[in-house]
């Protein structure tokens, strides 16, 4: 069975300042790994995807993440936090089979400090 | 290019009646997968439809039921309501075409029972 885990439920940081989302996996196979980002009363919105191909991985509005098979983990950066970041951010790993379904976190909720 | 859309964004029910959402996939997919949301946690993988058939299910009783019509559209059906049902209902389009089939999500209907 596939498995998330977001350590942290909320998040502080002040604005300019470097965030960092943890997300560690548990896959039996090889996983596709996600990050995305719900602004409030909106639905999910894709920032970044690890499909085995480079294992730093950059997305959109200057996130990126770095696959670590060894640890497990593919933790979300990002070097200066803008206000417009405030959200709650979810990892997720696929599924096997052909289904591919999403099995996500339980999310992180981040706050950026003026 | 339009992308997920959901229909209706909120709808309120009492317990014991039916519910029928609706959505409309990105335009060139073909797969719809549905996720329910409680409040404050990640979204929970209901089932997946694929040239009209449910391809896999997750832990949801059969209250729950779905169908997807021939312009890939697909509409998710909660019979017997419980106040539990209360949540965001997030619909998620993808294209066999990728292997990793990444999702893009709907902007969500919002259930409340009473």
């Known amino acids: ?114 | 290019d339009a992308g997920v859309t959901q229909s209706p964004t909120h709808l309120i029910k009492t317990r014991g009646q039916q519910v029928t959402l609706r959505c409309s996939p990105k335009s060139g997919h073909d797969t719809v997968s549905w996720y329910q949301q409680a409040l404050g946690q990640g979204p929970q993988f209901i089932f997946q439809y694929y040239e009209e058939e449910e391809r896999q299910r997750g832990n949801f009783p059969d209250r729950f039921s779905g169908h997807q019509f021939p312009n890939y559209s697909s509409e998710l059906n909660v019979n017997a309501l419980l106040l539990g049902d209360s949540a965001l209902y997030l619909c998620a389009s993808s294209s066999p075409g990728q292997p990793e089939e990444t999702q893009y999500f709907g902007p969500g209907t919002r259930l409340l029972v009473l």
């Open chain 1, 1 to 114: 069975a596939q498995s998330v885990t977001q350590l942290g439920s909320h998040v502080s940081v002040s604005e300019g300042a470097l965030v960092l989302l943890r997300c560690n996996y548990s896959s039996s196979v090889p996983p596709y790994l996600f990050w995305y980002v719900q602004y409030p009363n909106q639905g999910l919105q894709l920032l970044l995807k690890y499909t085995s191909a480079a294992t730093l991985v950059k997305g959109i509005n200057g996130f990126e993440a770095e696959f670590k098979k060894s640890e497990t983990s593919f933790h979300l950066t990002k070097p200066s936090a803008h206000m417009s970041d405030a959200a709650e951010y979810f990892c997720a790993v696929s599924g096997p089979g052909s289904a591919r379904q999403l099995t996500f976190g339980s999310g992180t909720q981040l706050t950026v400090l003026p």
